[in-house]
């Protein structure tokens, strides 16, 4: 599907998702931007390193994004993701230097070269940004896969809101309104379809049993996660959004829903709720794909069979994982 760029906030996730990203041969990364959101920017280059190292993929560029918001104070979300962003694995430091460029000035100079898909899993700070400056380039954007928002189910940081859309409500706005008046759509992959896909203790400890390597860094990372998750939603599990948004880049049919104009509410109690036109009151062209349903159990086949390895270096097929019938909630 030609060259695709990632943007991101490192984060429990998001590095889930770069696992997936990296392990899909349909995809060629071309860089991997930071933005201020789950962690702060410059620790979520650091993750991304470390995740990098795990794949060892340490040729994929990484470079450093906005650090905070367009105007709404920063607000991280640390208390997810633990103190070091990657669940307090408190993994050690890849040494090395990111490159000087902003993540913003490479964005814009991968897409003047060629058209590029971009994979969206944090704030669209520096998407923003980058559109502001350019919005001609939103011509060069083949796909915008954008994981935030919500059609009709509840927030994750407030009654309404996703918490990438909430964090920089100007920024989503801003976009979605851009890609308007450029007759384009943005697919978003929001809480209606992420919710449906829960890492669970039991699928943890058959990760391990098929990768015992990858499967011992997927346990470290995210077991402060699944306990936010139980001690805040009731959930024995935690909710893995960003690697569906990955999942839909690659293959459309993980995902499936309709097209309609979306707002994003920038203030109030409704900060960061995007309010999707399903009905069509507002008689405006569609700017978003929304998606709303998807089968958990087809996105863990493929979530393990790309990023856990076989002994003899082949991929893990439906035969060998067979037990995935039994352990994922549908």
Known sequence: MGKILIDCDPGIDDSLALMLAISSPELEIAGITTVSGNVPAQMGGENARKVLKQMNRMDI????????????????????????????????????????????????????????????????????????????????????????????????????????????????AFCYEQFAQAGRKIHM?????????????????????????????????????LDFHWEYEGIIGCVINDPLAAAYLVDHSFCCGFDSYTAVETEGICR??????????????????????TDPKEFMYFFLSRVLKKKDGGQWNKEELSLLETLVQG
């Open 272 to 293: 960061g709720q995007t309010v999707v036109d399903s009905m069509n009151f507002w008689k405006k062209a569609p700017n978003s794909h929304v998606l709303i349903e």
């Open 189 to 225: 992959i929001g809480l209606d379809v992420t919710r449906r896909i829960v890492l669970t203790p039991n699928l943890l400890s058959y990760m391990e049993r098929l990768d015992p390597e990858t499967g011992a860094f997927i346990r470290k990372i995210t077991g402060f996660y």
């Open 61 to 172: 560029p990484i470079y450093i994004g906005e650090k905070v918001p367009l105007s709404k104070p920063y607000v991280d979300a640390m208390d997810t993701h633990g103190r070091d962003g990657l669940g307090e694995s408190f993994l050690p430091a890849v040494p090395g230097e990111f490159p000087e460029k902003h993540a913003v000035d490479f964005l814009e100079e991968s897409l003047e070269r060629e058209k590029m898909s971009i994979l969206a899993l944090g704030p669209m700070t520096n998407l923003a940004r980058l559109f502001k400056r350019r919005p001609d380039l939103i011509d060069q954007v083949e796909e915008l896969v954008s994981m935030g928002g919500s059609f009709k189910s509840h927030g994750n940081c407030s009654p309404v809101a996703e918490y990438n859309y909430w964090c920089d409500p100007e920024a989503a």
